[in-house]
Structure formats: C-alpha cells, structure tokens
C-alpha cells in the first residue's frame, strides 16, 4: 500500500512551494526590501517638503517687499498729486533703493493727467547705462485694457499679473505687481490710476532651474491659472499650463494636482512624470505673496537605489539555495505533470468539439486520477448538454420567429395610411403604438360611420403577450362590425323618417341624419366580449364619433384614461368621462354618451396608460401632470408631430429603462369647413 506522501499530489506541491519561495525569498529579500523601502520613503518626504519650503522661502525673500514698496508710491500720488518731473524721480529713487525691480510706472485714467490726453503712464527702467525714463501708451501699446492695469483697476487691491512679455515698456519676460491708487472727484473717492512694479522673472528661472533634485529630478513654477513659469522641457514655460500638458497627455493625475496647486493647496504624492517618462513623487507649496506654486519632483528608481541594492545581496544569498531547490523542483514535476500533460491533451480535442476524444488511462491512486474521471463524467454531461440546448435552441428560434410574425400580422390590422381622408379637410389625424413585447394589448382604429360622422376609438386589453394580442384583435374587430352594423341601422331609420317626412307633404322640417351611439356600440361590444369570456380578460376603451361638419363630438368610456382636451388659445385639459366599468368583464353593462362641440382649431389627445405610467430608472413614472404639460408646449395644430414629440419626451424620461407596457397614443385636431387639412 502507497504512503500518503507518495499518493497526495498537494502535499508534494504544497512542500514545493513552501520549501523553496516561502522559507528562501520570502523570509529573507522581501522582508528586507519592503522595511527599508518604508524607511527611506518616510525619510525622503520630510526631506522633500523642507527642501520645496526652503526654496518658498528664497522667492519670497525677493517678491513679499515689493506690493509695500508699490504702496508707498500709491500714498505718495493720492497725498502730495506728484507732477511729472516728481513721479520721474520718485520712480528713480525706488529703483535704486530696491534691487529686485526692473521697471515701474504710474499709470492714469483716460484724461486722468490731462483733459484731452487718453493715456499717460511715466515708466522708468534700468538699462546697462542706468535708469531709463519713458512714457507708455498709444496706438501700440493701450494699457488701459491689459490685465496688468485693468484687473487691479476692476478689483481694487493689490493683484499680480500672469508672466507676460512687456514689448512696450521694458521689452523682457517679467511680473507685475499692480496697486491702484485715488482721487476725490466729486466729493466721492474714485480709482485715478494704477502704480506698478515690474520684477524681472529671469532670476526666478535661474533659481528654480538650477535646484539640484538628485540625478534626474526637477522643480518648476506655475501662476495662479496654472501658467508654467519655469519648467525643464524647452519650450513649455510661457506658453503652456499644467492643465494644457495635462490634456496633452491625458493626465487626470496631473489635472486634479494642478487644482489643488492653483488653489494653494500643499502636499506630498506620488506622480508619473510626463518630462522624464519615470514614477516618482511631487512635493508642493504654495508661494503666498504672489498666488503662485512651487513644486519639486524626485524620480522613485533614483530615491530607491540604495534599497534595490540591498535587495539585489539579499536575493544573491538566497540563490545557491534556490538553485538546490530548483533542481528539486524538476525531478518532481517531472513525475506529477507527465499524465497532466497528457490529460491536456484530450482536453483540448474536447474543446475543440471532439466530445468522444479518449481520456488517457492512469494506474495510479492520487488526485490526477480522480480529476481524468471527473473529465470523463464531464464529457458524458457535455454531450447531453449539447444535446438539450441544441433542441431548446431550435425551440426557442423557432417560436420568436412566431412571434416575429404575429407582431407584423398585429400591426397590419391597425390603420397606417394617414391622414385617414385625403379628400375631407376637416380633420387631421395621426396614431402610433410601440409595443413593450414582440405583441401586445394596445390599439386604435378610425373608420366612416356614415356620410359626415368618423368614429375613432383607443383601448388597452388587460394582461401582455400573445393572449392580450388575441384579445385586442377581437376586440377591435368586434367593435368595428358593432359600428358599422349601429351604422346601417341608423341609415335606415333616417330613411324612413324622411319618407315619412315626404308623405306628410314635406311641411316637417328636415330631420337631421341620425349617427352612431358610442355608448350603444360599447354596451353591445362588451356583452359580446363577456360571454364565453372564460379567461376573465378585459379591456378599456375611448370611443367617440366626430360630425365633420358641425364638430359636434359624442363619446363613451369604458374604464379609459380620460383623453386630453386641447381647445385653441386655452390651457389643455382631461376631457371629463362617467367613471364607468371595463368592456368585456361581465354582461350587462350599457355605457353612457356624452357630447360636445370641437371648435376649428380644437382636437383631442388619446392614450393608453402605458403613456403616463412609463418609467425611469428611478421608478418615477411619467405621470398625467407631464402629459398636460408637454401638450400644451407642442399644441394640436399637427398630430403627428405631437405623437411624434411625445414619444420621444417618453422616451427621452425613461432613459433606457425597460418597459413594462404597450405606448399608444392617437391625436386629432378639427379644423372645420373652412379650414386647410394641410
């Protein structure tokens, strides 16, 4: 009889794998490396965020003077009203006592100086023989609307300005540093002008670019917009910001960082860089004088060497045990996965839809024997599988191609020729029905019921699928044959009382042309339906018949939505119905016809409940107060274009979300004798 430790398959691969990656690799280089790793990524961070502040520190030491450098000219202009040749030497004196400036200028308002002199702006600068007195402004150059006078001028405080390239006043890359000052006009206090500073950026962009951040590392500067002010890929300072590369490369990363950034915010994360193509991590601070961010990237693999070559000894020491190991490794395999492999084998004729493939036969009592068995069995239920599902398949196909012709023979009994008559202007009409299944309970119709007299009608059979379609088509047919049989007998009537009328020497006066009751056609139609009506299935219906001539307007409802009553340069309105029963639910029932006169311009709105119980994915249903809402904005003047509009505001409020009901919907408008049907 076989050990255990011969016959268990997972115990060898068990005693593997814990003899050679556990006790060997695991134990000794990862430990290590994971420690070491941590300690000097909590090292480097404190580094990292005190180098990034000390560099703050630096550019702030040079910019935080210079807004109360500015203000003291701003006081000197609103106190003493300097002439020309005093701002001059004002300007003079400020550039020789602060080394950080290039340039400066006290700019007015449009005949702020002068009456009838728009732009005065006295502007001195250095220059390699001294400092330079000049006048800003004119057609060339019309400060009043760049940033570097307006923004102050429009906010009133301190502002400074994006980096801009100064072409009329010193000709160089630069900052400005803009305060406005006042005057009294009037009795009230009124900006007069705006003093500024100019600070040449080329410092800053020595400073940052030649912080030293290990081998491949680097710092940069971004404005308050997110503007790089200084960055080590050529081109990209001035004319690009952290939100352009971002989109450039795709980097939600790096959007999200330079939110933060232009916000002021202060952190330490981790970040591919895009400039240099490593990972690694970003430190940045705020620079509080100008609005400005700093910050500073140190490349991982550079911060990790010491640790990667820490583990590279641990692992060296681990290898000639490995390599024991692994000679181990393979006289074992060797002897475990040969029937594996040859297991596989069969399993890939298997797949390849070879189902009597044969499985290889095993003389050995271990897990590889007990899986080839397990394979066998699931060849046999594969085949019977196969089998089962080849015939539902067929199954299955063959009753959606059923349906499939149920559904066009269903929408082939409802009338689609609109409008229904060409040759009569009276009315104008339009229908559509979208089935929430291949078949479904919902349908209209529309018909002459006599010279002058169309009847229309909507209904909804109770229940979904193929017994609904059944219904529906009895149902409507049942209903027209009513109609017309309601039609001739009313033909007839008014045939004999016009006879009778004649005979009495034609002193009567005309008899008006008797039409179709819509209570009478639903009372006869739902005594028929409800007999035999062992499935206890219904249905609701709107029927009316329309006098072309006069608008005159009889209906009856059994259980029906209410329509909707759109009268010309009115608010639209549920049209009132006697709140009687469904059609079809038992004998007995007689429907009551109620009357109303449509004047030209009015119409009608019919539709199922699958129009006001439409739902969204937030089970919210489309509901009536909607319906009443969306007909008043599209009106009835045009029916297909207001069955059209509502179903794609139906379908647009459910959002994709399945439905669980037939949308119907049948629109008329009546537009009298001496209207145009077009």
């Avoid at 229309?456 to 193929?466: N, Q, R, T």
Wanted: aromatic letters at 8%; charged letters at 20%.
């Amino acid at each position: 009889m076989k050990s255990p430790l011969q016959r268990g398959l997972a115990l060898r691969l068990s005693l593997l794998v814990l003899s050679a990656a556990g006790a060997v690799l695991a134990g000794i280089v990862l430990t290590t490396y994971f420690m070491a790793r941590e300690a000097l990524l909590h090292h480097t961070e404190a580094t990292a965020r005190n180098k990034a502040q000390a560099l703050v520190n630096r550019i702030e030491s040079v910019l935080t003077p210079i807004p109360s450098i500015v203000q003291g000219v701003v006081y000197d202009m609103e106190d003493k009203h300097l002439d020309e040749a005093a701002i001059f030497q004002r300007q003079r004196r400020m550039l020789r006592d602060n080394d950080a400036l290039y340039g400066t200028a006290v700019a007015f308002e449009p005949e702020g100086w002068a009456k009838g002199r728009v732009h005065f702006a006295p502007y001195t600068f250095r220059t390699p023989l001294g400092p330079k007195a000049t006048h800003l402004g004119g057609p060339g150059y019309r400060y009043h609307a760049m940033d570097w006078y307006q923004i102050p001028r429009e906010l009133d405080r301190i502002v400074w300005s994006e980096p801009y390239y100064d072409e009329g006043g010193g000709n160089s890359l630069m900052a400005t540093c803009s305060v406005p000052f006042h005057h009294e006009v009037n009795g009230k206090r009124a900006v007069a002008g705006v003093v500024t500073a100019d600070v040449s950026l080329e410092w800053l962009k020595r400073l940052v670019a030649g912080t030293s951040v290990l081998e491949t590392g680097y710092a940069f500067l971004i404005t308050n917009n997110g503007t790089y002010v200084t960055h080590p890929a050529p081109g990209v300072a001035f004319n690009e910001s952290i939100f352009s590369r971002a989109e450039e490369f795709n980097d939600p990363r790096l959007r999200e960082i330079g939110k933060d950034m232009v916000k002021g915010g202060s952190r330490y994360v981790s970040w591919d860089s895009k400039h240099t193509g490593t990972r690694g991590f970003l430190v940045y601070a705020p620079v509080p004088s100008t609005g400005w961010s700093l910050g500073v990237f140190y490349p991982r693999d550079e911060l990790l060497a010491s640790v990667h070559s820490l583990a590279l000894v641990s692992a060296a020491l681990g290898g000639g045990g490995f390599v024991a190991l692994a000679l181990l490794v393979v006289g074992i395999a060797r002897s475990i996965t040969l029937p594996l492999r040859r297991l596989t084998t069969a399993a890939r004729e298997v797949a390849g839809g070879n189902l009597d493939a044969p499985l290889p036969a095993l003389n050995r009592d271990d897990e590889v024997r007990e899986l080839a068995e397990s394979f066998g069995n699931m060849q046999v239920s594969l085949r019977d599988y196969i089998r089962d599902l080849t015939q539902a398949t067929a199954s299955r196909e063959r009753m959606e191609s059923e349906l499939r012709i149920a559904h066009d023979i269903q929408m082939g009994i409802l009338p689609k020729i609109f409008p229904p008559f060409p040759n009569r202007s009276e009315i104008d009409l339009f229908a559509s029905l979208v089935p929430a299944r291949e078949v479904g309970g919902d349908f209209y119709d529309f018909f002459p019921c006599g010279e002058d007299q169309f009847c229309f009608l909507i209904g909804d059979v109770s229940g979904k699928g193929v017994p609904a379609a059944f219904y529906m088509a009895v149902a409507k047919t049942l209903i027209k044959a009513v109609a017309e049989s309601a039609r001739s007998r009313a033909q007839r009537r008014s045939d004999e009382d016009q006879r009778a009328n004649e005979s009495a020497g034609g002193n009567a006066p005309a008899l008006a042309r008797r039409g179709a009751d819509p209570g009478r056609i639903l009372t006869r139609a739902s005594n028929d339906l409800a007999q035999d009506n062992e499935s206890c299935m219904f249905v609701t219906i709107f029927c009316a018949v329309l006098n072309m001539n006069t608008g005159e307007l009889s209906y009856a409802s059994a259980g029906h939505n209410p329509p909707v009553l759109l009268r010309a340069g009115q608010e639209p309105e549920y049209l009132p119905t006697c709140q009687e029963p469904v059609a079809g639910a038992m004998e007995g029932v007689e429907y009551t016809t109620e009357t109303l006169t449509l004047a030209p311009g009015d119409g009608l709105l019919l539709y199922t409940d699958g129009v006001t119980e439409a739902m969204n994915p937030a089970q919210e249903l489309y509901g009536e107060p909607r319906l009443l809402e969306r007909a008043k904005a599209l009106g009835c003047r045009d029916p297909k274009a207001l069955c059209l509009r509502l179903g794609e505001d139906i379908h647009a409020f459910a959002a994709g979300a399945e439905q669980s009901d037939d949308i119907t919907m049948l629109a008329l408008s009546y537009l009298g004798r001496g209207e145009n049907a077009g």
